[in-house]
């Protein structure tokens, strides 16, 4: 599996950006695809992720009620809307695959568990 990920740049606060994560190889229901972000000087953080089959959803505290996930099974491509970004989203942004099914929130959050990750795409939020 491989993941290309797109739709970053430079916002001012209060604005919108839609990243997009194009994943070329087979994805199965089962899989979760989840973004992560890697903020300047920090560690990588979990965001928002979803199972590909069923539409499971989770997202981090920080960006609930203004990201929203979703999923174009005919075009293998996960979204990530993000809607009033704040100067600390400012990050690098990753997509990534999980080919273990796991049900469990907290292991979802975990990038270790993930397989397949894209290159990031940078997005800065100006204030």
């Known amino acids: 599996v491989q993941l290309q990920a797109s739709g970053g740049g430079l916002v001012q606060a209060g604005g919108s950006l839609r990243l997009s994560c194009a994943a070329s190889?087979?994805?199965?229901?089962?899989?979760?695809m989840g973004w992560f972000r890697q903020p300047p000087g920090k560690e990588r953080e979990f965001v928002s992720r979803i199972t590909w089959g069923g539409g499971s959803l989770d997202y981090a505290d920080s960006v609930k009620g203004r990201f929203t996930i979703s999923r174009d099974s005919a075009k293998n491509t996960v979204y990530l809307q993000m809607n009033s970004l704040k100067p600390e989203d400012t990050a690098i942004y990753y997509c990534?695959?999980?080919?273990?099914?796991?049900?469990?929130?907290?292991?979802?959050?975990?990038?270790?568990?993930?397989?397949?990750w894209g290159q990031g795409t940078q997005v800065t939020v100006s204030s």
């Open positions: 190889g087979s994805i199965l229901s089962s899989n979760v």
């Open positions: 990534a695959v999980r080919t273990a099914y796991s049900n469990s929130y907290s292991s979802n959050r975990d990038p270790v568990r993930y397989d397949y």
